[in-house]
């Protein structure tokens, strides 16, 4: 299988795993379970094939990306009660799939385009709009609001994919070398809680000091 398609389906299947968990915290049924499962998974690919004009899009084209999100929704289903914290588990796993699919996201807009800028947007997109679904659907706390930094992370990836790829290394050590970049940011972010300093509030200047 080669490697864009392998990270492909790898990266749905996590998706669809956090989805899944979700799921899980929610008590929902089988089929809120492949549904959010299914949201997650193909979310972001969905809108990427969208934004890059590719119609239909690749879970039309190939239903066994549906499957996937189903068979790993089912295997949740029947095993989330076995993890003690699913939520930390939902944030590795989602870590996994961000990098993942950062790469798979840039390879498929560096394809489509043959620009950089255009290929890291649309693996920051393919990485991360998956699980903002998820935790707006879920009720969860989303984890673009979490403190320590995520979409960066699929920025970084992304972009080292891209640089690898301009540099000249084949494509399995430049994916390798994305999928590492982003995997180490988000993952030192969940460990360490790596994060930018946030914006801190004013106080408005007065009407009369702009007159």
Request: proline fraction near 5%.
């Given at each position: 299988m080669p490697v864009l398609e392998w990270l492909d389906y790898a990266g749905v299947a996590v998706f669809a795993a956090t989805g899944a968990l979700?799921?899980?915290?929610?008590?929902?049924?089988?089929?809120?379970?492949?549904?959010?499962?299914?949201?997650?998974?193909?979310?972001?690919?969905?809108?990427?094939?969208?934004v890059l004009g590719e119609a239909p899009?690749?879970?039309?084209?190939?239903?066994?990306?549906?499957?996937?999100?189903?068979a790993v929704a089912i295997c949740v289903y029947f095993?989330?009660?076995l993890?003690?914290?699913?939520?930390?588990?939902?944030?590795?796993?989602?870590?996994?799939?961000?990098?993942?699919?950062s790469v798979m996201g840039a390879a498929k807009g560096l394809a489509a385009?043959?620009?950089?800028?255009?290929?890291?947007?649309?693996?920051?997109?393919?990485?991360?709009?998956?699980g903002i679904l998820r935790d707006v659907l879920s009720g969860e706390p989303s984890v673009l609001m979490r403190p320590e930094v995520y979409v960066t992370a699929a920025l970084v990836g992304a972009g080292a994919?891209?640089?690898?790829?301009?540099?000249?290394?084949?494509?399995?050590?430049?994916?390798?070398?994305?999928v590492l970049a982003a995997f180490i940011v988000r993952g030192g972010a969940l460990r360490f809680g790596w994060a930018f300093?946030?914006?801190?509030?004013?106080?408005?200047?007065?009407?009369?000091?702009?007159?």
């Open positions: 979700a799921a899980s915290r929610k008590q929902l049924d089988m089929i809120g379970f492949i549904f959010l499962a299914a949201v997650t998974g193909i979310g972001g690919g969905t809108v990427r094939d969208l899009v690749f879970w039309v084209r190939n239903p066994n990306y549906l499957l996937i999100t189903a095993t989330a009660h993890f003690e914290s699913r939520y930390r588990l939902l944030l590795w796993l989602d870590a996994t799939g961000l990098a993942a699919y385009s043959g620009s950089p800028t255009v290929a890291i947007v649309t693996g920051m997109l393919t990485a991360t709009l998956g994919f891209v640089a690898a790829t301009f540099a000249g290394l084949p494509l399995v050590a430049a994916s390798g070398i994305g300093s946030p914006y801190r509030s004013r106080p408005g200047r007065r009407p009369e000091d702009i007159m």
